[in-house]
């Protein structure tokens, strides 16, 4: 059971526009850490997608973005393209149990 | 372009320590405002953080290890190494090294900006 909450998939058709969505709780975004996003493609190491909440490193599409509100973060992919079809991973810290940086469950997100 | 690369053996058995060592070349391992870290992932499921050192030695372990796991760090041979011991089937992952920046002096503020390829480890008799 992950601490970070993420729906196990979503999808969309290509063009169109999703969001996946990373719940957690008091001890962690709610406490005001910040969220990170990963892309794992298929048999490959995951790679930084948004860092701080809504930043984004350079390389990376600007179809992609980030945001945080109470104790949850999102991650907007617009302009769908079968290439983006991957897992997709949020981080924070996590302040129970003496502290720990944790991630969600993940969401694999589907290009129709 | 720095590039990080898991080397270590891929079958523990049960109850043996795990010894994973990750090379990172083009860079220095010695660099200010980043850690090294690993994560590993059980076939077919999400990410876990294990644990991160930085290059003077400090190390901060995912409680859920802190019994059982070591990371080291070898600045002369830009290297740094996980040891987990007393396996399980439980602890078969591919374990990925990382490097982690730091962005806010402590790990509060801590993100994994490159990844190496990771590497499978398999824990059986």
């Known amino acids: 059971q992950s601490v970070l909450t993420q729906p196990p998939s979503v999808s969309g058709a290509p063009g169109q526009r999703v969001s996946i969505s990373c719940t957690g709780s008091?001890?962690?975004?709610?406490?005001?850490?910040?969220v990170h996003w990963y892309q794992q493609l298929p048999g490959i190491a995951p790679k930084l997608l948004i860092y701080?909440?809504?930043n984004r490193p350079s390389g990376v599409p600007d179809r992609f973005s980030g945001s945080k509100s109470g104790t949850s973060a999102s991650l907007a992919i617009t302009g769908l393209q079968a290439e983006d079809e991957a897992d997709y991973y949020c981080?924070?810290?996590?302040?129970?149990?003496?502290?720990?940086?944790?991630f969600g469950g993940g969401t694999k997100l589907t290009v129709l | 372009q720095l590039q990080l690369q898991e080397s270590g053996p891929g079958l523990v058995k049960p109850s043996e320590t795990l010894s994973l060592t990750c090379t990172v070349s083009?860079?220095?391992?010695?660099?200010?405002?980043?850690?090294w870290g690993w994560i590993r992932q059980p076939p077919g499921k999400g990410l876990e953080w294990i644990g991160s050192?930085?290059?003077?030695?400090?190390?901060y372990y995912n409680p859920s290890f802190k019994s059982r796991v070591t990371i080291s760090v070898d600045t002369s041979k830009n290297q740094f190494s996980l040891k987990l011991s007393s396996v399980t089937a439980a602890d078969t992952a591919v374990y990925y090294c990382?490097?982690?920046?730091?962005?806010?002096?402590?790990?509060?503020?801590?993100?994994?900006?490159?990844w190496g390829r990771g590497t499978l480890v398999t824990v059986s008799s």
């Open positions: 008091s001890s962690n975004i709610g406490a005001g850490y910040d």
């Open positions: 050192i930085y290059y003077s030695g400090s190390t």
């Open positions: 990382a490097r982690v920046k730091d962005y806010g002096g402590n790990y509060l503020y801590w993100y994994f900006d490159l």
């Open positions: 701080g909440n809504s």
């Open positions: 083009g860079g220095s391992i010695s660099s200010s405002s980043y850690y």
């Open positions: 981080q924070s810290y996590d302040s129970s149990l003496s502290g720990r940086l944790v």
